[in-house]
């Protein structure tokens, strides 16, 4: 009898759980981020893209996509079609606009200064 009183015991304490060490409960990842990851998070929340990671749309070589750089030439992958699986990759030099040598997108090079 006494060892049935034991397991339950034990059993309930298991299941208790302890109180949340933070007031209002556990901080979101809004809450929580700070520095670069924060300024990312409230730039997507814009609706801005700060690593141009979302897919490139087909300007035409008069309006082209521009890629932003520190140097006079960047590898730039280009995800062609939607579902596909491999990236296109090529080098961006500084200069006229280039084209995706598989769907034909326009990228072109401007010149990014780092904030020191």
Known sequence: ???RLLRVCGTLRALRRPPCPWPGGIPS???QATGLERKVMQ?????QDPY???QPKRYPKEDPNLVPSISSKRIVGCICEEDNSCVIWFWLHKGEPQRCPSCGAHYKMVPHHLPH
């Open 1 to 3: 009898m006494a060892s």
């Open 29 to 31: 990842n809004e809450k």
């Open 43 to 47: 730039d997507m929340e814009k609706g």
């Open 52 to 54: 141009n990671i979302l």
